[in-house]
């Protein structure tokens, strides 16, 4: 019988919900999920966690969280002939040029790829302060924050594109070497279940369950088309100097599965849209169904689990 390593913990503390991925690896190497836990995040974030790691039945304390968003960029810059000091020093001078916070509240890495060309990586400060704090309030060990557009990429590696429709905002994740290009706007699934209370009248329980069952069918459009527009329109400027045409689009988070939607974004870009399914692959245990089903909402947590084998 195989010998199985836990890998640590992948946790995706969304707005809404919070999913905890449990990964084994056998004795060659090859990593396999074993179970995804989600519990409402609510007010309790740590409880949460703790709640959904308990249902796992695990005992690994070890875990990895994502930053993401309009809370962490990702850029490559050249910084020849530097010594470290100096290079951290430049690049936080460079990344003050572009951040949409004050660069007094942002975490700089630098890592080094190729002779004088580097990968920066900025955090927000708080952001990764408050990740931290969750886990360890949940009796866990954070061992690295990843970006989430790196933990998808992981899980899609031949996507062209990935739209991750969170509760309050969505990202697009263009593929882009060496590390990928992402944009994010505001609206989600709160906007569009807001879209639907204006629309009818109703309350946001009886909105939460039309759009959980048939969709907008009519009702609040306005808000999903504005988010396609947009998504679109980055599309269209990407594509315009990419050196390669996109392969696909690949859709997760909570949102993609809002009926409609993936017809109105291939309609809207003319190019493949597809829910980020998991394959049957890479799970001993999980029936493929349920990896087809939840693989949207998974996807994340499961890419974080995944960093120690790409780190």
Not at 32 to 59: I, Q
Not at 236 to 246: C, F, G, K, N, T
């Amino acid at each position: 019988m195989n010998r199985r390593e836990t890998l640590p913990l992948g946790i995706d503390v969304g707005a809404a919900r919070t999913r905890v991925a449990l990964v084994e690896r056998d004795r060659s190497g090859t990593a396999h999920l074993v179970a995804v836990a989600a519990r409402a995040t609510g007010a309790d974030p740590a409880g949460a966690v703790a709640s959904a790691r308990a249902e796992l039945g695990t005992r690994e304390r070890r875990c990895v969280l994502a930053v993401g968003g309009s809370d962490a960029v990702l850029r490559t810059s050249a910084f020849p002939g530097m010594r470290g000091t100096e290079r951290l020093r430049a690049a936080r001078y460079e990344a003050a040029r572009f951040l949409a916070f004050p660069i007094d509240d942002a975490a700089v890495r630098v890592v080094p790829i190729e002779s004088d060309r580097c990968v920066v990586a900025v955090a927000r400060r708080a952001a990764l302060v408050q990740r931290v704090r969750t886990a360890r309030s949940a009796g866990l060990r954070p061992i690295a924050v990843d970006d989430a557009a790196l933990a998808l990429t992981r899980v899609f590696p031949l996507a062209g594109a990935i739209v991750d429709i969170g509760e309050r905002a969505t990202m697009l994740v263009l593929s882009s070497q060496p590390v990928p290009a992402c944009r994010t706007f505001v609206g989600g699934g709160a906007a569009l279940t807001a879209a639907l209370i204006a629309s009818l009248g109703v309350d946001e329980i009886a909105a939460e369950v039309r759009k959980r069952s048939i969709g907008l069918a009519g009702a609040g459009e306005y808000a999903r088309d504005a988010l396609v527009e947009q998504l679109a329109s980055a599309l269209v400027e990407h594509r315009s100097h990419a050196r390669a045409e996109l392969d696909g689009i690949v859709l997760v988070g909570n949102g993609a599965r809002l009926c409609g939607f993936t017809d109105a974004l291939e309609h809207a870009v003319a190019l493949s849209v597809r829910l980020g399914t998991l394959s049957p692959d890479i799970s001993r245990t999980l029936p493929p169904d349920v990896l087809r089903s939840a693989g949207p909402d998974w996807a994340l947590a499961y890419g974080l689990a995944l960093w120690e084998s790409a780190a």
